[in-house]
T-cell receptor
Framework: AQKVTQAQTEISVVEKEDVTLDCVYE???????LFWYKQPPSGELVFLIR??????QNEISGRYSWNFQKSTSSFNFTITASQVVDSAVYFC???????????????FGQGTILTVHP | DAGVIQSPRHEVTEMGQEVTLRCKPI?????LFWYRQTMMRGLELLIY????????DSGMPEDRFSAKMPNASFSTLKIQPSEPRDSAVYFC?????????????FGDGTRLSIL
């Protein structure tokens, strides 16, 4: 069965600090996909990144970076020089290959509440 | 480009009333999903459709919940009769082709309160 664990329930930082959000996943499949979503106070869910299990390259997008390590089943998310606008709930999610079918159910972690103080 | 559109944004109604939530997916997306978000259970998949056909409704909590997708641009989630424990934020999402490859794009959600 799939499982996504975000052990950090809440994180509080001061603006300009770097912050890393942890995500650990469990799956029996060799082919799977990992995602991060952001839920700002306004409530919508915003897609941030998708990564497949065969691509372990780290990715950087502006102040955001992601570190995927299959050896530890982790897909961590780092925000560099955090800003107040980064305050949100961040969800990590996992989708497997469902045995070769076209759809793998998306399983979400419980989310990490990030608060960035000015 | 228009994203996933949900209506209403907020709904407050009394226990026992019928509630209908609406969703318009992104044009061209052939997968549509309904999720429920609560503090206790987080984000739960209720049901999903592929090409307007329900594929997996195992997440639907009970017979009071039903969902339809009469065409590629419209879906409804209905609760009848509603109960206070149905209070939650309900999200609709859509995806292009195989969801395991493509990200799901979410609407703004409907915040439902059952009194």
């Amino acid at each position: 069965a799939q499982k996504v664990t975000q052990a950090q329930t809440e994180i509080s930082v001061v603006e300009k600090e770097d912050v890393t959000l942890d995500c650990v996943y469990e799956t029996r499949d060799t082919t799977y996909y990992l995602f991060w979503y952001k839920q700002p106070p306004s409530g919508e869910l915003v897609f941030l990144i998708r990564r497949n299990s065969f691509d372990e390259q780290n990715e950087i997008s502006g102040r955001y970076s992601w570190n995927f390590q299959k050896s530890t089943s982790s897909f961590n998310f780092t925000i560099t020089a955090s800003q107040v606008v980064d305050s949100a709930v961040y969800f990590c999610a996992l989708s497997d290959n469902a045995g070769g079918t076209s759809y793998g159910k998306l399983t979400f972690g419980q989310g990490t509440i990030l608060t960035v103080h000015p | 480009d228009a994203g996933v559109i949900q209506s209403p944004r907020h709904e407050v109604t009394e226990m026992g009333q019928e509630v209908t939530l609406r969703c318009k997916p992104i044009s061209g997306h052939d997968y549509l999903f309904w999720y429920r978000q609560t503090m206790m259970r987080g984000l739960e998949l209720l049901i999903y459709f592929n090409n307007n056909v329900p594929i997996d409704d195992s997440g639907m909590p009970e017979d009071r919940f039903s969902a339809k997708m009469p065409n590629a641009s419209f879906s409804t989630l209905k609760i009848q009769p509603s109960e206070p424990r149905d209070s939650a934020v309900y999200f609709c999402a859509s995806s292009l082709t195989a969801p395991s490859n493509q990200p799901q794009h979410f609407g703004d959600g409907t915040r439902l309160s059952i009194l």
